[in-house]
């Protein structure tokens, strides 16, 4: 049964390929004859709908293969400077403008988790929905009380199509894995686990909503960044109600040039927000396309962000936490030399790795990044060049970090579109040294003994009986080491006069032996031989005699 579904949505895939004349999209890039050749040959070129820009197909094709394909042209949208301006413009409606469905399941759905009518919860309820994306839509909506809301809804039957994907995911990970020869190194079982795991958490709103609420609080009073409210009394498994923002999207450039945003202060408290979310709160947006943030342009000169969509946060452990706030630091130090020794100590390299070598390949990617503005660096090349490092020094991707590595990429992508000259490595330096000085030092020391002072204090009544049994257990333990030592110089006795002894059976032995060959020989040989065989033989019987006694 497993095999016939994945087969089936095998062909699904390749009819809605053929459908859009993906094939051909692909293909037409190539100059090759036998290509070219493949080309003419495929039902794409010949089927396709020829008043569809390739963007467009591109796009339609995503949206109709489900959420996996469509996160994935999410994040293709972010890379301008990856993908064609056509292309690009064409999957920046992914972001929010996924092919809606109708209003009346939406509704359906809502008085089904509440098990009341729709007019009972909401005064308005707006069927025709503000955005639309992968996993669920958006409708407006107002509650009794007059206050403005939104109402995120959960896509009908979407837990099915993103199990039957995910499948899919690790049939073709498996093949990776056993047949590629960087198959072992990329992890990609490993990786498709993660992946799954913060998708399938996606279709928890309740979950989103504790996200939201614990997001809220880390920047309670912040001048950077605005997180809406949790409606908890309206909020279910498949809706999520939440106060409504009002804001300009950050992808809409030529509304807040118009308006006279400071585009300089908005780049630079982006690359805050993120290292504060990241090393501050271990606990960061990982969904940070441009459909998921908004600009307050009320004072446009100080603008700050409004960030919505909260399905998918990232977490570090504190190694790995310490480990990439080092090799950041490091790297914007230009210490190719530190950021290759943490590689090794992290074990993200093998362990037979030359250092020397290791920090010159590092220094041939990093070093013409800097002192560059965003606009000025080849994004391509740099991923090429990475690419190329991991594969020569056998460097194993972390599943842990893909979230972390893709929250960056859509950090820096936006980068690129709201202020091209920023410097991403000079703006960062400050907090993370700022950051790096806190955990480590006297400062550091204080905040774990205020953190661990609840702890003690509840321990301190405990502390005489816990003395008491540790002098207790140490006393016990010097006994048995006593008894221990005096057993172990017995041993040892023992085991010197046994090697005595046999030093003597051995010697004795070789005597009598000798004694015996010599008195074997006939007397005309030498004269004095029966003498000294005689004398050989008696010392040997003495010998064997003593080690009798001892």
Request: net charge neutral; hydrophobic share 45%.
């Amino acid at each position: 049964m497993l095999l016939f579904r994945r087969l089936w949505r095998l062909f699904t895939i390749y009819r809605v390929v053929v459908r859009y004349g993906l094939d051909e999209l692909l293909l037409s890039s190539t100059s090759l004859p036998f290509l070219q050749l493949v080309l003419y040959l495929s039902p794409g070129y010949w089927l396709r709908d020829r008043d569809l820009s390739r963007g467009a197909r591109l796009r339609l094709s995503l949206e109709d293969l489900g959420p996996i394909f469509v996160k994935f042209g999410q994040i293709l949208s972010t890379r301008r400077d990856l993908l064609p301006d056509d292309i690009a413009l064409e999957l920046a409606k992914l972001q929010d403008r996924v092919k809606p469905f109708r209003g009346e399941d939406a509704q359906r759905i809502i008085e089904q988790d509440y098990g009341q009518p729709l007019a009972e919860l909401f005064a308005e309820f707006d069927t025709n929905p503000l955005a639309s994306a992968s996993v669920a839509q958006v409708h407006a909506a107002r509650l009794h009380n007059g206050q403005e809301v939104v109402v995120k809804v959960l896509r009908p039957k979407i837990e099915g199509q993103i199990r039957r994907d995910i499948e899919l995911l690790y049939l073709l990970a498996g093949l990776v894995q056993r047949y590629w020869p960087d198959g072992r190194r990329l992890r990609p079982l490993e990786v498709v686990q993660e992946f799954e795991k913060n998708l399938l958490e996606e279709l928890d709103l309740l979950r989103e909503a504790s996200n939201c609420a614990l997001l809220r609080r880390n920047f309670t009073d912040s001048e950077m960044l605005y997180v809406p409210e949790v409606e908890w009394r309206y909020t279910q498994p498949k809706v999520l109600v939440m106060e409504r923002i009002r804001g300009i999207p950050v992808s809409n450039i030529e509304q807040m040039r118009e308006l006279g945003v400071n585009f300089k202060h908005l780049a630079d408290i982006g690359v805050e927000i993120f290292f504060t979310q990241v090393f501050r709160d271990n606990f960061f947006h990982a969904d940070m396309h441009p459909g998921n943030i908004f600009v307050d342009v009320s004072n446009p000169e100080r603008p700050s962000y409004i960030a919505v969509d909260f399905g998918i946060m990232g977490t570090l452990s504190d190694q790995d936490q310490h480990y990439l706030a080092a090799n950041f630091l490091a790297f914007f130090q230009r210490d190719y030399r530190r950021v290759a020794e943490l590689h090794l100590r992290s074990e993200w390299v093998p362990a037979g790795t030359r250092v020397e070598e290791f920090e010159g390949a590092i220094r041939s990617v990093c070093e013409p990044m800097f002192d560059r503005p965003l606009k000025d660096i080849s994004f391509g090349l740099v991923l090429l060049r990475l690419f190329q490092t991991a594969r020569r020094f056998n460097m194993e991707v972390q599943p842990q970090l893909v979230l972390l590595q893709k929250t960056l990429l859509n950090i820096e992508g936006l980068g690129r579109q709201l202020y091209p000259d920023l410097d991403l490595w000079k703006t960062a330096k400050p907090y993370l040294e700022r950051w790096m000085d806190e955990q480590v030092g006297a400062r550091a020391f204080m905040r774990g003994m205020r953190r661990q002072l609840p702890m003690w204090a509840e321990k301190l009544p405990e502390l005489p009986m816990l003395v008491h049994e540790a002098l207790t257990e140490r006393k016990q333990e010097q006994v048995q080491i006593k008894h221990l030592t005096q057993e172990m110089l017995q041993l040892r006795r023992e085991l010197k006069q046994q090697n005595e002894r046999s030093t003597l059976v051995v010697t004795g032995s070789a005597l009598l032996i000798c004694a015996s060959i010599i008195l074997a020989l006939e007397t005309r040989v030498l004269w004095n031989l029966p003498a000294l065989g005689t004398l050989l033989g008696l010392i040997g019987v003495v010998l064997l005699l003593l080690a009798s006694l001892s």
